[in-house]
């Protein structure tokens, strides 16, 4: 699950009538600094200016992340940019703008010369694609933009769109961790949660996914669906560890304005029974801790993995530390050394906009040397740990001093510790990270 959500305190004023310090509705996950709400359509000048500057931005990693926003039915609980019901040809279309938008890219000085280091597939749902575009769009973007040399290729399935065709044609491209969406181990709840899979589906593209021998496999869950019980939850780790993938995602659910779950409690409140962040909370931690009984090792807010130092999520732990993202495709998210950007989120903009020869981004934000160093400190949070020298030696500041009326609310609340070398997030901590 890519995660890109907007950070803006005005979003999380809506408690559809239940009587709460944290609202049920509106975005929690901290995936941006400053929040996207303050990115300019003025700022995009910033954006053409490091693309136009080759020296800039060689020291940090490159990244690639790809949007494929097709569905084929959007979730009770999605807030991500998708579309069902898309022809092939509106598909291939699409394929098309992508291989062009990255063809533009590799033409500017702060790309041109450079090799990726990660690479992303996202959505929606990229395993969607027909198997001739999926092997158009992945052979293209790697003969414009080799990703031979990368740490970490990332591909998004959907249970029921998983075929040993499109697994054949992701293993020979170079794809070297899959992320299956299960979100939960329910029939019932998967439903609810107008999910087209069910554990069958589950099963069935596990199995496969395993024949194919990627290097790591993660599964991705969601805590707090519509329907979700303590026993049925749990019993659904019971079994994702049985199932024994390198690595488990589990994300609290978030019920932004724009998702069809926040219309039906904006409706009557009391058809849908949603779970409260306390108790979404709790069950997290309970998972952790089946998790590390099962071998696990938890290694953020939302993963557990069976081996931190070979199952590292490098697209995650890259982009915390201030690596280049170049976001191809609908929507999208960038950062090129200190600036925020994304694309255009209008599918007739977008192309309108790469047709004329230009970048389809709609707004940006320039981050000052501050700036930079709270948002990382914030997204290294995430990972339960920050290294204080390593943050002495980049922007020359002790965190520690910087954000100590900050720490010790967090040491009082006892969610964070802090000593000579690092600060560290207690388990409590953790679980509200965001």
């Given at each position: 699950?890519?995660?890109s959500v907007t950070t803006d305190p005005s979003m999380n004023d809506c408690s559809i009538g239940r009587s709460t310090?944290?609202?049920l509705t509106g975005n929690y996950f901290v995936s941006a600094y400053p929040p996207f709400s303050t990115w300019t359509a003025e700022g995009v000048r910033h954006a053409a200016r490091v693309l136009d500057q080759a020296d800039s931005t060689a020291n940090a990693p490159l990244g690639l992340y790809v949007h494929i926003p097709f569905c084929v039915e959007r979730c009770q609980y999605c807030y991500y940019l998708s579309h069902a019901g898309k022809s092939r040809e509106q598909m291939d279309a699409y394929v098309d703008a992508l291989l062009h938008e990255l063809t533009l890219y590799r033409e500017k000085p702060a790309v041109a010369n450079r090799e990726l280091d990660f690479v992303y597939f996202g959505g929606g749902t990229p395993s969607l694609l027909p198997v001739s575009a999926l092997d158009r769009l992945l052979q293209g973007l790697r003969s414009i933009m080799p990703w031979t040399?990368?740490?970490?290729?990332?591909?998004?399935?959907?249970?029921?769109?998983?075929?040993?065709?499109?697994?054949?044609?992701l293993k020979d491209c170079g794809v070297t961790r899959l992320s299956?969406?299960?979100?939960?181990?329910?029939?019932?709840?998967?439903?609810?949660?107008?999910?087209?899979?069910?554990?069958?589906?589950?099963?069935?593209?596990?199995?496969?996914?395993?024949?194919?021998?990627?290097?790591?496999?993660?599964?991705?869950?969601?805590?707090?669906?519509?329907?979700?019980?303590e026993v049925s939850f749990m019993k659904g780790i019971d079994r994702v560890a049985a199932m024994a993938p390198e690595s488990v995602t589990i994300y609290q659910l978030e019920i932004p304005l724009n998702t069809p779950i926040c219309d039906t409690l904006r409706q009557d409140d009391t058809k849908t029974d949603v779970l409260a962040w306390p108790q979404k909370r709790q069950r997290l931690g309970?998972?952790?801790?089946?998790?590390?009984?099962?071998?696990?090792e938890i290694r953020s807010g939302y993963t557990a993995v069976r081996d931190a130092n070979r199952h590292a999520f490098v697209y995650q732990d890259a982009q915390?530390?201030?690596?280049?993202?170049?976001?191809?495709?609908?929507?999208?998210?960038?950062y090129m050394n200190g600036v925020h950007y994304q694309n255009a989120a209008s599918e007739k903009g977008y192309l309108a906009m790469l047709e004329s020869g230009a970048?389809?981004?709609k707004r940006a934000y320039n981050l000052n040397d501050d700036e930079r160093l709270v948002r990382e400190f914030i997204l290294q949070l995430k990972?339960?740990?920050?290294?204080?020298?390593?943050?002495?030696?980049?922007?020359?500041?002790?965190v520690r001093a910087r954000f100590a009326p900050q720490l010790k609310e967090l040491e009082r609340a006892g969610w964070c510790r802090c000593d000579a070398e690092s600060l560290a997030l207690t388990r409590d901590g953790l679980l509200r990270v965001d």
């Open positions: 699950m890519h995660r310090n944290e609202p040399g990368a740490q970490e290729v990332t591909f998004e399935c959907a249970p029921k769109t998983v075929t040993e065709a499109k697994l054949r044609i299956l969406g299960v979100q939960s181990f329910n029939d019932d709840v998967l439903r609810q949660s107008g999910r087209v899979h069910l554990l069958d589906d589950v099963d069935r593209a596990f199995a496969a996914v395993r024949d194919a021998d990627f290097p790591v496999v993660n599964v991705d869950l969601i805590v707090g669906l519509v329907g979700e019980t309970q998972a952790f801790e089946r998790l590390e009984q099962a071998g696990y915390y530390q201030g690596a280049n993202l170049l976001g191809l495709g609908l929507a999208s998210f960038s970048f389809p981004i990972l339960g740990r920050i290294d204080v020298s390593r943050f002495s030696e980049k922007f020359d500041v002790d």
